[in-house]
């Protein structure tokens, strides 16, 4: 089954810390590529960062990054220097094995503390 | 990547009344889809709308409850048919175009059913 795990219904972080998101999946595919997605309380969805299962490096985009461990099967997101606009949903997803949809984890909520 | 105009973007409505949610894209994109976010939940698929052909639906939803038309290829409606409150939820739409994670999403539009 493709599926996607976020076990973290909810994370605290001190503002200027580092936090991360965990993010499991299940694939049997060779390639296929993983997505976080911010979800602020208006309820918009942010694209924030992309990861090829074939990219040798982990992906970074500013203060996201992916920590991306192919045999474990996981995909972290790392926010760097937390700012109080970060408090937000996170969700992992990736594309069903049939394409085009996305399939979503159950999110993680973030909130920044002061 | 694309730019999706979705309205309304919020809405009250009655029970037994219906809602179409319409998204235009601002360029031509083979797939278009439509999610649904109750409340405290994750992203759930409802369908496909693929243009010149009928929708493919997901399990659990049909289209008689979620009709969906999409003329072109730059647009496309939902309508929430015979609302009750379990509808209350957002809806989204999103499109591929362009790279594999070339996914941009709607601004949501946030259902209330009184």
Do not use: H
Request: with cysteine; aromatic share 10%; glycine share 8%.
């Amino acid at each position: 089954a493709q599926k996607i795990t976020q076990t973290q219904p909810g994370m605290f972080v001190q503002e200027k810390e580092a936090v991360t998101l965990d993010c499991t999946y299940d694939t049997s595919d060779q390639s296929y590529g993983l997505f976080w997605y911010k979800q602020p309380s208006s309820g918009e969805m942010i694209f924030l960062i992309y990861q090829g299962s074939y990219d040798e490096q982990n992906a970074t985009e500013g203060r996201y990054s992916l920590n991306f461990q192919k045999a474990r099967k996981s995909a972290n997101l790392v926010i760097s220097a937390s700012q109080l606009g970060d408090s937000a949903m996170y969700f992992c997803a990736r594309p069903g094995n049939q394409g085009g949809k996305l399939i979503f984890g159950q999110g993680t909520e973030l909130s920044v503390k002061p | 990547s694309a730019v999706i105009s979705q309205k309304p973007s919020r809405d009250i409505c009655q029970r037994g009344t219906s809602l179409t949610i319409q998204c235009q894209v601002d360029s031509q994109v083979t797939m278009m889809f439509w999610y649904r976010q109750q409340p405290g939940q994750s992203l759930t698929l409802i369908a496909t709308a693929n243009q010149g052909s009928e929708a493919t639906y997901e399990s659990g939803f049909v289209i008689d409850k979620f009709p969906i038309s999409r003329p072109n290829l730059t647009f496309s409606t939902l309508t929430v048919s015979n609302m009750s409150p379990e509808d209350s939820s957002i809806y989204l739409c999103s499109v591929l175009a362009g790279t594999d994670y070339g996914y941009t999403f709607g601004s949501g539009t946030r259902l209330t059913v009184v």
